[in-house]
């Protein structure tokens, strides 16, 4: 059984930094294709950084380009996602994701294989 476990939420100022952590059970994590989407309250998830597994290739959506870094610890099983100059838009529950397919940040979320239960961010301002 999978499973991704996330962790590393919680609520900061707005500056301010935080790393999320996910961390999968159940399936050979070099496989797969991960990323990180969120979803604020009303909106719909959005796909905002994700990784390759092969060539460790990496995207940023527009609003977090230069702000985030994700990263990836295969021996210990674990994507990251590490938040600088936190934002009060970049408030919402954060998901990590798996998928076989690649372009897995452009991805419909039903057409997403494995999905974490999510952390949540809160970013004051």
């Known amino acids: 059984q999978v499973h991704l476990v996330e962790s590393g939420g919680g609520l900061v100022q707005a500056g301010g930094s935080l790393r999320l952590s996910c961390t999968a059970s159940?399936?050979?994590?070099?496989?797969?294709?991960w990323g990180w989407f969120r979803q604020a309250p009303g909106e719909e998830r959005e796909g905002i950084s994700c990784?390759?597994?092969?060539?460790?290739?990496?995207y940023y959506s527009d609003s977090v380009k230069g702000r985030f870094t994700i990263s990836r610890d295969s021996a210990k099983n674990t994507l990251y996602l590490q938040m600088n100059n936190l934002k009060p838009e970049d408030t919402a529950m954060y998901y990590c994701?798996?998928?076989?397919?690649?372009?897995?940040?452009?991805?419909?979320?039903?057409?997403?294989?494995?999905w974490g239960q999510g952390t949540q961010v809160t970013v004051s301002s």
């Open positions: 994701a798996a998928n076989v397919f690649p372009r897995l940040c452009s991805s419909p979320p039903a057409a997403v294989a494995y």
């Open positions: 159940g399936l050979t994590f070099d496989d797969y294709y």
């Open positions: 990784i390759n597994w092969d060539d460790y290739s990496t």
